[in-house]
């Protein structure tokens, strides 16, 4: 599985941004997806991930700011990010595969710079 993610860039604070993560293969529905971001000096963490069957879960810094969704016909997924904050600034990186929670089984892809701002 190859994961090709994009979307990232410069925003000011309170801006919005989109981030798409398109993934190679066929069994794209049937894998949990995921975003995480790391900021520097900082560890890798879970922003938001959208299951299989479509159900959602959000880091509380992210909850009611950021949207994540899946188009499975397209096996994307996306992260619609609004309310932006400098605190948000970070690569963030799509994870696809069957293991809920231990991502490092699954796939990642090689991250999207965001830049927030102030």
């Known amino acids: 599985v190859q994961l090709q993610a994009s979307g990232g860039g410069l925003v000011q604070a309170g801006g919005s941004l989109r981030l798409s993560c398109a993934a190679s293969?066929?069994?794209?529905?049937?894998?949990?997806m995921s975003w995480h971001r790391q900021a520097p000096g900082k560890q890798r963490e879970l922003v938001a991930v959208?299951?299989?069957?479509?159900?959602?879960n959000y880091a509380d810094y992210v909850k009611g700011r950021f949207i994540i969704s899946r188009d499975n016909a397209k096996n994307t997924v996306y992260l619609q990010m609004n309310s932006l904050t400098p605190e948000d600034t970070a690569v963030y990186y799509c994870?696809?595969?069957?293991?809920?929670?231990?991502?490092?089984?699954?796939?990642w892809g090689q991250g999207t710079l965001v830049t927030v701002s102030s």
């Open positions: 994870n696809a595969g069957p293991f809920y929670g231990s991502w490092d089984r699954n796939y």
């Open positions: 293969g066929s069994i794209f529905r049937s894998y949990q």
């Open positions: 959208i299951t299989s069957g479509g159900s959602t």
